[in-house]
């Protein structure tokens, strides 16, 4: 018999190509969004080259702009509401004691993956030393003065801030406004002088700044949440509340994704007109540029996917896939804050990652986890010095690690904060501080690369956090289960007595048909295994079939009603 090759089975070893294509297509609707979104990273690169060329005026940016500020605005608008509700209720599904553990495994992990992005970056840096006496000289002139404000940050500072942003005096300001150390000039008379000579100090006052203090609201979140949780019952309408809410808003955030293409192209294009000099920035800045981007590369397909494997022994690649649309987003908004509905999307529907533990993490490592940043801060602080044909020692070395990794912890959620970071490094290693202002000219692109790290450092951290505490999750469950079972026995010990439905065998030698809505009493039947007397009225389980003998056998049931049709 001839053999037939169908199109929906295989044949020969080799699948049909009608079952190929259908894979196919499977796949394009499965990362259509993916798919549309990396069209409008390519798309805005390549049209904002092309109208560089017609040199547009400063109206025409602002409206090519306008699209992707709307789209950054919707992302940014979500976080606020989405931080609380992932918090509130991922805290509180978990216990006092895990929360606690999750949190030093969370900070430890952070501090352990930015300290080894710094040490990456020194590597890096030194080997392909892309720092150069000439290229200083080439932009000192396109370079922008820094303020004194900044100048004057360090490190203590850094820390005071941190403390103050985490226990915030105010709840509702803190949506609005962080704590933030400035120094002012302040003029005070020279003493022992009979003149009226005056001398100016700086002197350190804390004031506020526009920004979310994310940090402060997360603390309370998760102080919240755990004592919600060890409420129990009482507590369940408020969880619930905040599941809702949780739910609500990342159905939210799926609608805004579908904007991403036309807002991710939008903001590429329009940054890439806004740069001046675009020719001679990256031709002097171009190493600089490649080893941070190298690094970033290198961390995140190598060192990152090797930790995953190593601690949690499944497949790197497919977790790394399934974050490309956070990794995209991410590079178009520079912002892990603005990017963090799209990670919980991502992790939730993709990663599969336990949401007790990806509501926990995601939120706290948007702030503190600076992966990128740190990376940078090491690579900027070494970069100035060879400008500067400075030596530097082990020591320094050290120094600039230790110093990258503290700050970039200590750093607040704001644009630009990795060159404020690098002026506290180099006050630590004596180097001049005046040059930071030339890494402005390209930080809009580096910001982008370094935000991909963090972001997806962040979902990494969640997967191996979740990993690690495995053990502790099915505990969790397993008491739940417990518990459940408990109120389930409880409740039936509580409820009235209710007596249950007796079966009988309907016997009769009459062959007569049984039709919907028949009434049948135990005088005109035989209720065989016992019944009731005279007038009690049963319900019929089955259909009439015919038995042995001649004899029409139905399944009949006695109810507490007494009275039932067929």
Known sequence: MEKRQSSISYSGGKMSPVRVTDMRWDWVRKNLLLLLTF???????????????????????????????????????????????????GSASLNAKMNGRIVVRTILYF????????VLGIILVVAIHPGSALAKQALTSEATSISSQASNVNILDGFLDLGRNIFP????QASFQQVHTVYVENSVPLPGNGTDTEITELVRKVKYRGGTNTLGIIVFCLVFG??????????????????????????????????????????????????DNLGTVMSNLGLFIVTVVVGVLIYQWIIQNLLYFVFTRRNPFKFY?????????????????????????????????????????????????????????SV????????????????????????????????????????????????????????????????????????????????????????????????????????????????????????????????????????????????????????????????CNGKPSMAEGGELCVEVEVTSEQTTKI
């Open 226 to 275: 755990t004592i919600l949780g060890s409420l129990g019952k009482r507590g369940a309408v408020v969880v619930d509340f905040f599941s809702v809410i949780d739910a609500v808003i990342l159905k939210i955030v799926t609608g805004i994704m579908w904007l991403s293409p036309v807002g991710v192209a939008s903001v590429i294009l329009s940054k890439i007109l806004s740069v």
């Open 39 to 89: 069209s409008g990273v390519v798309f805005g690169v390549i049209v904002g080259l092309g109208l560089r060329l017609l040199s547009p005026d400063k109206t025409t940016i602002l409206l090519l702009s306008y699209p992707g500020e709307l789209f950054i605005r919707m992302l940014k608008l979500m976080i606020l509401p989405l931080v609380i509700a992932s918090l509130v209720s």
């Open 321 to 377: 896939f399934n974050l490309l649309e956070a990794w995209v987003t991410a590079f178009a908004t520079a912002s892990t804050a603005a990017t963090l509905p799209i990670t919980f999307r991502c992790m939730n529907d993709k990663c599969r990652v336990d949401p007790r533990i990806s509501r926990f993490v995601l939120p706290i490592g948007a702030t503190v986890n600076m992966d990128g940043t740190a990376l940078f801060v």
């Open 380 to 539: 900027g602080t070494i970069f100035i010095a060879q400008m500067n044909e400075i030596s530097l020692g082990i020591g320094e070395y050290a120094t600039i690690a230790v110093t990258a990794t503290a700050a970039s912890v200590a750093s607040a959620s704001v644009p630009s904060a990795a060159l404020v970071l690098i002026l506290i490094v180099l006050q630590a290693v004596n180097l001049p501080t005046g040059d930071v202002s030339l890494l402005f000219t390209i930080d809009w692109l580096v910001d982008r690369f370094r935000t991909t790290n963090n972001c997806l450092g962040d979902c990494y951290s969640a997967a191996v956090i979740e990993h690690w505490s495995q053990s502790e999750l099915s505990a969790m469950d397993a008491e739940s289960k417990h518990e459940f079972a408990d109120d389930v026995e409880k409740a039936a010990d509580l409820a009235p007595l209710v007596t249950p439905p007796l079966h009988y065998t309907w016997v009769s030698d009459q062959h007569e048909p049984l039709h919907d809505n028949d009434i049948i009493t135990s005088t005109s039947v035989n209720l065989e295994k016992g019944g009731g007397g005279g007038g009690e009225k049963a319900q």
């Open 169 to 172: 005096d105010n709840l509702f």
């Open 111 to 118: 501090l352990g993956t930015s300290l080894l992005n710094a």
